[in-house]
């Protein structure tokens, strides 16, 4: 039996505000990414990313980036939908640097997952808060795509 959908239940577009560096932390090089918005498209979920969320980061002494990201979708039908992803993006030095000044780069050359769980009051959308999910994620120019698979 397949461990994740055979293809996404949706996908998510965000265009991301300008990286906020609150510098190196006891925990690392601590930086927040807004997110400004953004579409939802799939055959289980459409909607919109609403304005307000945001991606919290720590890069780690090993390169790593530790993401914890939070942010609504808005259903198409009307109801919303908290998303709370945490996950790693990581690779080779040069990606990475390339990744820091809002590059888009081939996302082969790197690894950006996340795991994804999901809040709601909306009837229609009801069965997302009995799933788990995981986002293969792609980071480009001022904004970031993720294909979310269910973990079955």
């Given at each position: 039996m397949p461990l994740l959908s055979e293809k996404p239940i949706f996908?998510?577009?965000?265009?991301l505000g300008g990286i906020q560096r609150?510098?190196?932390?006891?925990?690392?090089?601590?930086?927040?990414?807004n997110i400004l918005g953004g579409t939802v498209e799939g055959e289980k979920l459409?909607?919109?990313?609403?304005?307000?969320?945001?991606?919290?980061q720590i890069v780690r002494s090993d390169g790593v980036v530790h993401l914890q990201a939070r942010y609504t979708v808005e259903t198409?039908?009307?109801g919303q939908v908290l998303i709370d992803a945490e996950g790693y993006r990581h690779g080779p030095a040069e990606?990475?640097?390339?990744?820091?000044r809002d590059e888009t780069v081939d996302p082969a050359l790197y690894y950006f997952?996340?795991?994804m769980r999901f809040e709601t009051a909306d009837p229609a959308a009801a069965w997302l808060?009995?799933?788990?999910a995981i986002g293969r994620g792609a980071r480009m120019k001022g904004a970031v795509r993720i294909e979310v698979f269910e973990v079955l």
């Open positions: 996908s998510i577009h965000s265009p609150l510098g190196n932390t006891p925990y690392g090089e601590r930086r927040i990414i459409k909607g919109k990313v609403l304005p307000g969320g945001a991606d919290w198409e039908t009307g990606v990475m640097d390339r990744l820091a997952r996340t795991f808060n009995r799933i788990l």
